[in-house]
Nanobody
């Protein structure tokens, strides 16, 4: 049974930083792509960042480039999202997701690529 558990969310002032973690179990973590998505109140789920199983392929949405960094520690079955220079518009519930990947270098910005989702962690950025 695949399980994803996010942690690290909270309340921070604009300009501050948070690091989200997503611990995975029940899958061959090192071969599967991981993604971070977010959903703000009244809005749909939005892609944030993703990383391939090898860690060699990474994508970000334009609004977080240069501020957020996705990484993974395969030995710990954990993916991270380091968020710096946070803005009020980053306020959302953040979800991690994983899917069975055809190769170690595969990943995707599309939610439909991912088979499993965590419960989410709230990030609130005050102005």
């Amino acid at each position: 049974q695949v399980q994803l558990v996010e942690s690290g969310g909270g309340l921070v002032q604009a300009g501050g930083s948070l690091r989200l973690s997503c611990a995975a179990s029940g899958l061959t973590f090192s071969s599967d792509a991981m993604g971070w998505f977010r959903q703000a109140p009244g809005k749909g789920r939005e892609f944030v960042a993703c990383i391939s199983g090898s860690g060699g392929r990474i994508y970000y949405t334009d609004s977080v480039k240069g501020r957020f960094t996705i990484s993974r520690a395969n030995a710990k079955n954990t993916v991270y999202l380091q968020m710096n220079s946070l803005k009020p518009e980053d306020t959302a519930v953040y979800y991690c997701a994983t899917g069975v990947s055809p190769s170690y270098d595969s990943t995707s910005k599309e939610p439909s690529y991912y088979d499993y989702w965590g419960q989410g962690t709230q990030v609130t950025v005050s102005s």
